[in-house]
């Protein structure tokens, strides 16, 4: 099956103006941004998309057919509109980047420049797209702050002109990876960017670009996530973008393709895996019957699914990844993960695929995928060698006998590897990409060697972010992959897995909590220095995100929610349940069906309201001896924050996303009654996930709320809003924090792709 896709209008999204790269790598003045009509251009050409489990459940509520890519596009042109229209837009205060750059997040795919001596460019998870010109020590913002920040591949040119892949292709468990909407491409080495076209594609999973003819291109789609159908398979432009053929459909309507890899010898040999797979709500079925490896020997005409020993059709065959061999276009390689991501094999074949052999000795192979090998599934071959491959895995592996044996990597770099990149100008150079970063090696990639990693870059995924109200120098918050991170200690590591919760005791910022996945958590008297564990809590099912906040009133006093909320009234020492099950009920999940979030009234410390992720709102007034449901009347959403207005125990915030057929609208209530009734202040809002809502501590009428197209104020109880504040990349706020430093309020944002970022709103108006 073929079909052609033709853009006919190709948008520059470059930016209006860009200020030299401050210490962060990110613009440090104002970016104008796009035009906002080009972005609205984008959005009438995409189609459906979805994420991952935990942001998607939350973003499409009960119903996954909400058309995100679409809605992408129309909210961050909103989101524009909003910024152009501000008064005084120039006047505005800016957003200051406060790292961490010393860490490094998630790198999805790395390329470099055969071109230009040193340079390389990095493809992130939700960060853009970064560049070095020190042969990977330091990284610079190489991106377009106004436009999707998920990248899922890039390619480039012998005379350096770059192609990306936006969306990213690995799905993820519970961590988060985002859509994208298409392709774009980069004639000044990431000055500036267009799109050219593939804008329903919504996940990228690999560009390869034809050394005889680089106006040919091949790129694999993996599709939506979550909705059948949509633009998926593997596409191919013979005219740099111009126009696209989609040369290979799956066999299905949840069937795309993930990896591709040509035949340096002879080009129209085409090798590429397809993957049938699809996300619900509340699970996945990462296999199916469209997975396989097929072949084109005609350029594309055709392709035939390969044999031999490879897995036959099947329910059980998850993702798949291929690779040629440079120096010996006969080798190829392919690995394959089964539907719940357990290693199902290795292969080579010395035959251009006519005839495959499966590895036997795959203990290593089998251990480094985990149970999530849909996570990986690429393989790399050294240009100059065969034999010499690498396999990402949660360890990289390496063999220098075509899998005959492994050596494996477990202390050098971090964890969970990614992506592999070749220096063609200097000999034995390698670059790896994984979700700590980027490392360098001098010695060929061996894994016994030394490596070195990147001292800058700032493509971090905060989950949480904490603000000390004695100090505000003192940030700590929760990271994918990286565990929770404090700036007062170089934004080192000070409680593992992927952080999550994190908190700081307003009267002694030596007392903070941190959390990992499903509610794990630990507390500290030291700044974390040392932690020790929760007392024990009493819950059914704990989510990814667990909330743990304190009563404004008294620190000591703090609340945990499973499905059932507990109290401790000695810094979480110990527990006790103060409530059943406040959830609809369990659908089967351990971490569905919970408490999303939970507000203490200031004034009221026995008036609490919990919000739960399957859109049920309560409120006790009595500590939880007794419990009302107060929500009934808002659209059954994931509730993903309650505010109280620490003046009045009745003036309460809700914000709801989930975005059912039909319901692209953003959703933010208030009561003033403590629940009887609820007013729609969503206004102007941008059609995006609202994350957080704070209120300004110094003048509880400014409101803020943090979006996944960034923040923005109102001062008239939500019946307009505006940008709060200029020079913020448009990128997921997952949280907000406030505090008060010297009079002035300091408005603290957890982005999930870019860092920290610090709006200071200045002392309140006489």
Request: aromatic fraction near 8%; glycine fraction near 12%; include cysteine.
């Amino acid at each position: 099956m073929k079909s052609s896709i033709s853009f006919g209008v190709t948008v520059l999204l470059g930016l209006s103006l860009v200020a030299s790269a401050d210490a962060h790598g990110l613009p440090a003045d104002v970016v104008i941004g796009p035009d906002v009509a080009a972005l609205e251009a984008l959005e009438g050409a995409a189609g459906p998309s979805g994420a991952d489990e935990w942001f998607m459940t939350q973003r499409l509520g009960a119903d996954p057919t909400g058309d995100l890519v679409k809605l992408a596009g129309r909210s961050r042109a909103q989101a524009e509109r909003i910024r152009a229209g501000a008064s005084s837009f120039a006047a505005l205060p800016a957003w200051q980047s406060m790292g961490p750059t010393n860490l490094g997040g998630r790198v999805t795919d790395l390329v470099v420049d055969p071109a230009v001596a040193n340079t390389v460019y990095a493809a992130t998870a939700s960060g853009g797209v970064w560049k070095s010109t020190d042969s990977g020590t330091t990284f610079n913002y190489a991106w377009n702050t106004a436009i999707t920040q998920a990248i899922g591949a890039i390619a480039i040119t012998s005379t350096g002109v770059l192609y990306a892949g936006t969306g990213e292709a690995n799905p993820g468990g519970g961590s988060a990876s985002f859509p994208g909407t298409g392709v774009y491409r980069s004639t000044d080495r990431g000055l500036t960017w267009q799109s050219i076209g593939l804008t329903g594609t919504h996940r990228i999973g690999r560009i390869v670009i034809d050394p005889t003819n680089e106006n040919r291109i091949l790129v694999a789609a993996t599709g939506n996530l979550y909705v059948a159908g949509g633009d998926r398979g593997l596409y191919r432009t013979t005219d740099g973008g111009a126009s696209w053929t989609q040369i290979l459909a799956g066999a299905n309507a949840t069937t795309g393709a993930s990896d591709v890899a040509l035949d340096p010898a002879d080009p129209n040999r085409i090798y590429v895996t397809m993957w049938d797979h699809q996300r619900m709500p509340a699970s996945r079925r990462y296999g199916g019957v469209g997975s396989g490896l097929y072949r084109s020997t005609n350029g594309g005409t055709s392709f035939t699914r390969l044999a031999s020993t490879l897995p036959p059709s099947g329910t059980n065959v998850g993702r798949m990844g291929v690779a040629v061999a440079k120096s010996d276009p006969n080798r190829l390689y392919t690995i394959a993960a089964n539907a719940t991501g357990n290693f199902l094999g290795f292969w080579t074949s010395t035959d251009r695929g006519d005839n495959w052999t499966k590895i036997t000795n795959t203990t290593a192979l089998n251990s480094s995928q985990s149970t999530f090998g849909w996570w990986f599934s690429r393989i790399f071959v050294d240009p100059a060698a065969p034999q010499h491959i690498w396999v990402p895995g949660v360890p990289m592996l390496e063999s220098t006998n075509a899998g005959g044996s492994w050596t494996s990597n477990s202390s050098s770099f971090h964890v969970d590897q990614h992506a592999v990149a070749f220096d063609p100008r200097v000999a034995g150079r390698v670059f790896i990409g994984n979700d700590g970063g980027i490392y360098r090696s001098t010695a060929n990639g061996s894994l016994s060697g030394a490596w070195t990693k990147t001292t800058r870059l700032g493509n971090m995924q905060f989950y949480t972010v904490a603000v000390s109200q004695q100090d505000v120098t003192r940030i700590s918050g929760g990271l994918q992959d990286n565990g929770s991170v404090r700036s007062w200690s170089a934004w080192g590591s000070y409680y593992g897995g992927d952080g999550l919760q994190n908190l700081i005791d307003p009267t002694n910022h030596q007392k903070v909590y941190a959390c990992s996945q499903n509610g794990s958590c630990g507390r500290s008297t030291n700044g974390g220095n040392s932690m020790s564990s929760f007392g024990s809590t009493t819950s059914d099912r704990r989510a990814w995100l667990t909330p743990v906040v304190f009563d404004p009133s008294n620190p000591a006093i703090m609340y945990y929610g499973g499905n059932r909320l507990n109290r401790s009234t000695n810094s979480a020492q110990s527990w006790t349940a103060i409530s059943g099950d406040l959830s609809r009920g369990s659908s089967g999940s351990t971490t569905y069906n919970t408490i999303s979030t939970i507000a203490v009234a200031k004034t009221s410390p026995a008036t609490i309201y919990v919000g739960t992720d399957d859109g049920r709102i309560w409120v006790t007034r009595n500590t939880g001896s007794t419990w009302t449901e107060i929500g009934t009347a808002l659209p059954q959403r994931w509730v993903t924050r309650l505010t109280v207005d620490p003046a009045d125990a009745n003036l309460v915030y809700a914000t709801l996303s989930g975005y059912t057929t039909g319901d692209m609208a953003a959703h933010v209530y208030r009561t003033t009654n403590g629940g009887t009734s609820w007013q729609n202040i969503s206004g102007n809002l941008p059609n995006a996930p609202v994350n957080d809502l704070v209120l300004d501590p110094q003048n509880r009428a400014a409101l803020y709320v943090g979006t996944d197209v960034g923040v923005f104020t109102s001062t008239d109880a939500g019946a307009t809003w505006s940008a709060a504040g200029t020079g913020l990349p448009t990128v997921s706020v997952m949280d907000l924090a406030t505090a008060v430093s010297s009079g002035r309020t300091l408005i603290t944002a957890g982005t999930y792709g870019l860092g920290v970022y610090r709006l200071d709103v200045g002392a309140p108006v006489a």
